[in-house]
């Protein structure tokens, strides 16, 4: 799942079996429609959802963005540019967002209003929808109010003065809100067609109504979706691909199998992942990319879990982790052994200290002893720690080496549960789990994006069931500081008192890997590992 996971996330670069396939065939053949320039990609399961509000991970966001169009949109170089909003106004005291709309339209015709923003952002908020990424609009005035069920929808500031002005409030001056208005869950709704059909978005119907460069032409559940250029788009002309084929894939050796065979156009994030095995070929073929990524690779701990419950056994775990043999012999994609929950590529953690030894294999045996002497366990050999992931080969290949180090260096039995995306989602959302694996990419460039989550045991992507008064209060300074640094040394003090109880073990910083065949152009994922299919390109 994304943020909000939950983040989540094929980001992973590596895999088991590559198969069979050479590395030596036409990249760049082009094998696009007779009718039209088509982009042929991969994702690794059925999308949980295509409504912009419940979504929560990236597999879904990557095709949403390509749907719907927000007030703002931010380029590959992470500039913000102006999207639905032809003009933006920000008051002095930063406090006071006036957006002015551009002539736009529905995919079935509809003006696009200001309405559609209020309608789809407060329903977000509303407890009754249950929007798990709900949080990432508490910056608005009232917002959190609202969606904890303690103020009314009237106090949320977010007001619509005609069809073109949508005037907006935050509790405090948020540097980033620009980005934020660029993430799906601040994207539109046709107020219309939402209010008389609550199912609108479950299927690729005449209801499923889109404002992006994209319309949703087809959706088989579970096998493929297909995007078709958007005639009503007001940017059309700028828009060069006619229509995306996503298929679902699970395996990414099978998608590396058919990216071969020419019968995909790219591998990597935020689609279907580039197999491990296949790094060093693509690597010798001088095909490979490598990007820094603001995103993270963790183990969540469920606090509520009567031995996750206990500190020093997070502690220990944590410690106990050989991350740069994991990188080195697992991954083998130059990611970075993680110093904490925010990843360094994010502005302002660039040298931020490690908060821990790597593979601190003494410390964590005084934690371990520590932890079972406060829970009653005599011997390591009776504690059995379970580690569950989502069908995937690279998580497996993952807790496959973190299992051999837990057992070699502290003596515990380690089990993997190993679930299809679904099932692994419920499993995290429900605490039915003891330890659980999460990718989380930022969606802004803010350490905000990474430590928001678990200011409230409440939040819906938090999934730890931790929080902390100390921890809560730093960050709601840090939200309410105008100064630069003095929040950054909030932000990092708040990370301090995290990584003192360990709701997490931070494991890697992702860098995203991909390889695109020859006639796709302008297909390089951004910071956040987002790819903005309006600019995508096809030579043909």
Not at 6 to 19: D, F, K, P
Not at 426 to 445: A, H, I, L
Request: net charge neutral; hydrophobic share 40%; glycine share 6%.
């Amino acid at each position: 799942m994304k943020k909000n996971f939950l983040w989540l996330t094929i980001l992973a670069a590596l895999t088991l079996v590559l198969g069979a396939c050479g590395f030596g065939g036409d990249s760049s053949k082009d094998d696009s429609s007779k009718d039209g320039k088509t982009l042929k990609l991969a994702i690794a399961s059925e999308p949980p959802t295509l409504n912009p509000q419940l979504s929560t991970d990236t597999q879904s966001g990557s095709i949403l963005n390509g749907l719907f169009e927000g007030l703002t949109r931010v380029d590959a170089k992470g500039k913000v540019e102006n999207a639905m909003a032809k003009d933006i106004k920000v008051s002095k005291d930063q406090l006071t967002y006036t957006f002015t709309l551009r002539d736009a339209k529905w995919s079935n015709g509809d003006k696009v209003v200001a309405g559609d923003f209020e309608y789809a952002w407060k329903w977000a908020l509303n407890p009754k929808n249950a929007s798990q990424y709900a949080s990432i609009l508490y910056p608005i005035k009232g917002a959190e109010a609202y969606n904890l069920s303690k103020g009314k929808v009237e106090g949320v500031g977010i007001k619509t003065t005609n069809d073109e002005t949508l005037v907006v409030t935050l509790t405090n001056p948020t540097p980033y809100f620009t980005q934020l208005t660029a993430f799906y869950t601040f994207m539109p709704v046709n107020q219309k067609v939402a209010e008389a059909n609550k199912k609108w978005a479950a299927d690729a119907t005449d209801q499923y109504v889109t404002n992006g460069p994209f319309t949703l032409k087809e959706w088989k559940h579970n096998d493929s979706v297909v995007l078709a250029k958007s005639d009503s788009y007001w940017d059309k002309a700028n828009v060069d691909v006619d229509t995306i084929d996503i298929s679902m894939v699970e395996s990414n050796a099978t998608a590396n199998r058919m990216f071969q065979k020419g019968d995909l156009d790219f591998l990597g994030a935020p689609f279907q992942s580039v197999p491990l095995d296949a790094v060093n070929a693509y690597k010798e073929s001088k095909q490979l990319n490598i990007k820094d990524t603001a995103a993270i690779y963790l183990y969540k701990f469920n606090t509520k879990d009567d031995v996750m419950k206990n500190a020093n056994i997070r502690k220990a775990l944590t410690l106990a982790i050989d991350r740069e043999s994991l990188i080195k012999n697992v991954l083998k994609a130059e990611q970075k052994p993680a110093k904490g929950l925010v990843p360094s590529a994010i502005n302002g953690w660039e040298g931020q200290e490690t908060f821990y030894k790597d593979n601190d294999v003494e410390g964590a045996k005084k934690a371990l002893e520590a932890g079972m002497k406060e829970l009653g366990i005599k011997d390591a050999k009776d504690l059995t720690i379970k580690v569950s992931i989502n069908t995937d080969e690279s998580h497996a290949a993952i807790a496959q080496f973190i299992q051999e180090g837990w057992k070699k260096n502290l003596g515990i039995n380690v089990a993997i549960d190993n679930a299809e995306w679904q099932v692994f989602l419920t499993k995290m959302t429900t605490f039915d789990y003891q330890v659980g694996r999460m990718g989380w990419t930022g969606d802004y460039n803010d350490a905000n994006t990474f430590l928001d989550m678990y200011s409230s045991a409440e939040n819906g992507n938090n999934h730890t069931g931790w929080s902390n008064p100390k921890y809560t209060e730093f960050m709601a300074k840090a939200n309410k500081e105008a100064d630069a640094d003095k929040r950054i040394k909030l932000l990092q003090s708040a990370e301090a008192v995290a990584m003192s109880e360990f709701p997490a073990a931070p494991i890697y910083d992702y860098t995203t890997l991909f390889v695109s065949k020859d006639h796709v152009k302008n297909m390089a994922p951004d910071l956040l590992s987002n790819i903005n299919l309006k600019a995508v390109k096809i030579d043909k």
